[in-house]
């Protein structure tokens, strides 16, 4: 069983930083890929940054103020997130690819969500 474990939003001031870290857990023989998506109210799912072997991908609207890592000792990715709007309100989702162990193939994971609410 392999599980993504989310931490770190809550509320903060337009212009204000936040850290999202994100956990995989369980039985796992390679993470593959991970990244972070976001849903505001009423609209979808967007990606917003992702890494994958070595190489990392931003949305148009986060690029230049959002930075993720992944600490591949730890299993874990990080979103550092600063210059934060209000536009940036959303639940925020990890994801990732992840071998099992014991299955040779790859599936995709889903956090619970962490809430990240910018407003003055």
């Known amino acids: 069983q392999v599980q993504l474990v989310e931490s770190g939003g809550g509320l903060v001031q337009p212009g204000g930083s936040l850290r999202l870290s994100c956990a995989a857990s369980?039985?796992?023989?390679?993470?593959?890929?991970m990244g972070w998506y976001r849903q505001a109210p009423g609209k979808q799912r967007e990606l917003v940054a992702i890494?994958?072997?070595?190489?990392?991908k931003y949305a148009d609207s986060v690029s230049g103020r959002f930075t993720i890592s992944r600490d591949n000792a730890k299993n874990t990715v990080y979103l550092q997130m600063n210059s934060l709007k209000p536009e940036d309100t959303a639940i925020y989702y990890c994801?990732?690819?992840?071998?099992?162990?014991?299955?040779?193939?790859?599936?995709?994971?889903w956090g619970q969500g962490t809430q990240v609410t910018v407003s003055s």
């Open positions: 369980g039985s796992i023989f390679r993470i593959l890929a």
């Open positions: 890494t994958r072997s070595g190489s990392t």
């Open positions: 994801n990732a690819a992840i071998i099992p162990d014991g299955i040779f193939q790859s599936y995709d994971y």
